[in-house]
């Protein structure tokens, strides 16, 4: 499955790794009560990866979900 970057929502951004982090607070990506904002992390991240325009072209990207099996 694909979708727009952009359209990844809080959830799917904590599933690819993005949570609270001393960084968050240092660039005022939290919210009042100190929750992180975890798609402006993500934001964050992809532009510092890819580039300063990378954000904005919002590229189609592979969603993939897997669900761990335990033996």
Request: with cysteine; charged share 30%.
């Amino acid at each position: 499955m694909f979708e727009r970057l952009q359209d990844i929502n809080d959830e799917q951004c904590v599933a690819e790794g993005v949570g609270t982090s001393e960084h968050a607070v240092d660039m005022k990506l939290t919210k009042p009560q100190g929750e992180s904002l975890p798609k402006p992390m993500l934001k964050d991240l992809w532009v510092s990866i890819n580039g300063p325009e990378a954000w904005e072209n919002n590229p189609w990207v592979w969603v993939v979900e897997f669900k761990r099996i335990e033996p």
